[in-house]
C-alpha cells in the first residue's frame, strides 16, 4: 500500500481542543528547524474517549516553563490533525494554547484513566505496520516476561544529527516556541543506550528487543554523569528492572513507532506504566471534560 498522503489545505485542517493525559515524554532529538524535538503522546480523554494521541513537534527544552507539563499531567491543548504523516494518532499542538489542569500524583489517581486504554501485544503491532501504513502507531502492551535490560554506550550523535544541531543554532528556534530571553544548553548525546529484551503477551511470541526512549532514561543518566560506566549502570537497571518489574508489580510497555515508512514495524519502548497488583479503582473517573 502507497504512502502517499493526500494534499489537504490548511483551512481544511480545523483545530480543536484537546484533553490528554501525558503518558509519553521521549528523549529529545536533534532538529535543524526547532533545535530539538520531543516526541510526547498520551491518552485523549475529552468526550469520553480513550484514545491515543501523539503531539508534535515540541521543542520542549525551548518552552517557557509555564508550559512544560510533566508525565501523567493533565492538560488542554489546541490540535489540529497532522496531515503530513498517515499515522493515524499524530496532531499539530499549538504550543501558546497548553494549559495544565492537574497533574495525576499516584497509582490510584491514573489507574481509573488507565483501566480504559485497550491493551494489545507488540506481535499485533508490528504486523498490523508492517501491512498498513495508518495501522495502529501506538499502543498499551503488556509484558509477559523480561529476560535482560541491555545497556551499552551510546557514543556520539551522527554526522546528520551534528547538522541539524548546528543548522538550529542559525535559525534562533526560540522565536516558535514561547521565552525568546533564553537559550538552553546544547543538546547533549545520552551517555548509554538501553533495550530491553523481553516478550509480549501474543501466542507464539518469538521475542523483541524494545530501545528505551523515555527521557527519563536519559534524566537519569545526566544525574549520574560524575560516576563511572560500572557504577552509573548499576542504578539504571535498578529502576528500569529491578523496580519497574519488581513482585507486584502490573507492568506495561507504551509502544511507539517511526514515521518512515520503512521502520513503520518497528515499535520502541517509549515509557514504562508498573502500578502495583491489585490496585484498587475505588477512585471514581474524574469528569473528563471539566477543570480538576
Known sequence: MSDATPTVSVMQVMSETARVLITVKASPQPSARYGDTVCVA????????????RLYPLAFRWMGVEQQFKKFDLIDVEVRRETKDSRPESYRPDIDSIRIVKHLDDWKE????????????????????????DAPSLGMVTVKAVERLRVEPFGEWSDAQKARIAAAANLAPLSLFGDTTKTPPELKAPRFIARYEYHCTADGCPGHVGQILDWELTALQGRLRRESDTDAIAPIERKFLTQMFGPGRQTSFFMGNFEDARKRHSFSVLGVYYPPEGIGTSVGLFDLDQDG
Do not use: K, N, Y
Not at 498520551?42 to 494521541?53: K, N, P, S
Not at 491514573?110 to 501504513?133: D, G, I, K, N, Y
Open 110 to 133: 491514573r489507574q481509573p484513566f488507565m483501566e480504559r486504554v485497550a491493551r494489545t501485544s507488540t506481535c499485533a503491532l508490528s504486523a498490523a505496520a508492517a501491512e498498513h501504513h
Open 42 to 53: 498520551g491518552i485523549r480523554v475529552d468526550g469520553g474517549r480513550a484514545e491515543w494521541v
